[in-house]
């Protein structure tokens, strides 16, 4: 049975990638500046203890649900590898044909996961939804936070999911062998232009690393699988997004990680 108490908001398929040797990658966390950028194995970082665990009581006292955390370990987590290597694929020759929609589907499911479960965007969720509570009625359960917190990763918007599917998938790497993207806990960046920032209305592009040298996006337009190459201020822009936005980054590169650092803590 998987133990399903450190639940990586970031998967490991995707962690292992920015590794330097070994399990290793250079990791920084602004709420801990005085570690400064330090070598991190992959199974201590952009973690949660039970962040999706839904907790039910019964005669014997709380028990632990982990249906939800099940539901990303099956039908996200575990497809993320041959996914990554098959768009990986599309720069090397291996590949040029655009993705199944079976693939697609995965592909999309793991994109709209991605920007909810990192604590830097439930965080705003739960402090919102806090406001709003009946704080009596909530003391009476102890672990009402992590419920809620569970129950809003649980919920899949079908209307959000068959608009992303609709989009263009695009994949973008570095045109420089040295350049690279980091790995950040908020890890979805939101490319819009005229301030229209709803993917449902707006011209919207989303992005994320999966490698150092493979970041993938949905387009807001129809059409196949496309592929960029970025020149250096580009990658540099995109890092410089996702360590503004985020609490923590790590690459395989601690000379990268360390020239982010003034952004994170911004």
Request: aromatic share 10%; proline share 4%; net charge positive.
């Amino acid at each position: 049975m998987s133990d399903y108490k450190e639940q990586h908001y970031i998967p490991k398929a995707i962690l292992r990638n920015f590794c330097h040797s070994g399990k290793q990658l250079w990791f920084y966390n602004k709420e801990r500046p005085q570690k400064g950028v330090d070598p991190r194995n992959v199974k201590s970082v952009f973690f949660e203890h039970h962040a999706a665990t839904i907790w039910r009581r019964d005669a014997g006292g709380l028990v632990a649900d982990h249906s939800v955390e099940a539901f990303f370990s099956k039908e996200i987590e575990n497809h993320l590898p041959k996914i990554i290597s098959n768009l990986a694929g599309y720069f090397t020759g291996r590949r040029k044909r655009d993705l199944a929609p079976e693939e697609k589907r995965y592909l999309v499911q793991f994109f709209y996961n991605h920007m909810l479960r990192t604590p830097d965007v439930m965080g705003s969720f739960l402090e919102k939804t806090v406001s709003n509570l009946d704080l009596q009625e909530s003391a009476k359960d102890l672990k009402w936070k992590d419920n809620v917190r569970a129950r809003a990763l649980a919920h899949q918007n079908k209307e959000i999911l068959e608009e992303l599917f609709k989009g263009r998938v695009a994949i973008a790497t570095p045109r420089t062998r040295k350049k690279q993207f980091i790995v950040a806990s908020n890890p979805v960046l939101r490319l819009h232009q005229k301030n229209r920032a709803n993917w449902l209305s707006g011209d919207v592009e989303l992005w994320t690393a999966l490698t150092p040298k493979l970041a993938v996006g949905i387009l807001n337009e129809p059409g196949p699988l496309i592929g960029y190459k970025l020149s250096n201020l580009q990658v540099r822009d995109m890092n410089v997004m996702w360590a503004k936005q985020s609490r923590s980054i790590a690459g395989s590169s601690k000379e990268l990680v360390t020239s982010l650092l003034s952004y994170v803590n911004g």
